[in-house]
């Protein structure tokens, strides 16, 4: 069946530095790749998205690129923040509903 | 507009009672998700709604849990009799099932989530 598998937590970084959190995953079909976040005591929230090959999806200096070759979707940013700290999930949509990775945890220290 | 609503946002209850979760979708949605997130688990699907119809509860875990959606505004998760196990954080969530153009729609809004603890 169709699974999400993402980089184990936490990750901990420091101010200002580069992210990449590893997402692939197994489908059949066409997926559409995700990208939620989940702060402290919250739902989650989407993060980005991206509906083909190639797309790229971006929000809030967070990127994500669907590369059908190599079935991934890594999550990167150029330099995080304190506020960044969450937990952050990888998912996939396929047969009309939502298959999520375990979560992956991101600790920014200042 | 209003989010995905959850009621309560804490739940208490003793092993053996009866434990209802509320979830209220967003105004003109007509998909709903229940899951369930443990460290242990993970996040799991365990039933979804298509027009207030239950089209996959195989996540439900056993047959203590029930869910309801008896209009587009509303729906119910219901454990009884509760075990300490299901202690988690229940999440709500829903999706315009249809976009503009007719495709099915693949983003889900989730509520803040019901945290049950079952001593």
């Known amino acids: 069946g169709d699974s999400v598998t993402q980089m184990e937590g936490p990750v901990t970084l420091s101010e200002e530095a580069f992210l990449t959190i590893n997402c692939t995953y197994t489908?059949?079909?066409?997926?559409?790749l995700f990208w939620y976040v989940q702060y402290p005591g919250e739902g989650l929230q989407l993060l980005l998205k991206a509906t083909k090959a190639d797309d790229k999806g971006s929000n809030k200096g967070f990127e994500a690129t669907y590369r059908k070759e190599t079935t991934s979707f890594h999550l990167e940013k150029g330099s995080v923040q304190v506020s960044d700290s969450a937990v952050y999930f990888c998912a996939l949509h396929n047969t009309d509903k939502l298959i999520f990775g375990t979560g992956t945890r991101l600790q920014v220290f200042p | 507009d209003a989010g995905v609503i959850q009621s309560p946002r804490h739940e208490v209850t003793e092993m053996g009672q009866e434990v209802t979760l509320r979830c209220k979708p967003i105004s003109g949605h007509n998909s709903l998700f229940w899951y369930r997130q443990t460290m242990m688990r993970g996040l799991e699907l365990l039933i979804y709604?298509?027009?207030?119809?239950?089209?996959?509860d195989s996540g439900m875990p056993e047959d203590r849990f029930s869910a309801k959606m008896p209009n587009a505004s509303f729906s119910t998760l219901k454990i009884q009799p509760s075990e300490p196990r299901d202690s988690a954080v229940y999440f709500c969530?829903?999706?315009?099932?249809?976009?503009?153009?007719?495709?099915?729609?693949?983003?889900?809004?989730f509520g803040p989530g019901t945290r049950l603890t079952v001593l």
């Open positions: 709604f298509n027009n207030n119809v239950p089209i996959d």
């Open positions: 969530a829903s999706r315009r099932r249809f976009s503009a153009s007719g495709g099915i729609t693949d983003t889900q809004y």
């Open positions: 489908a059949t079909g066409y997926p559409s």
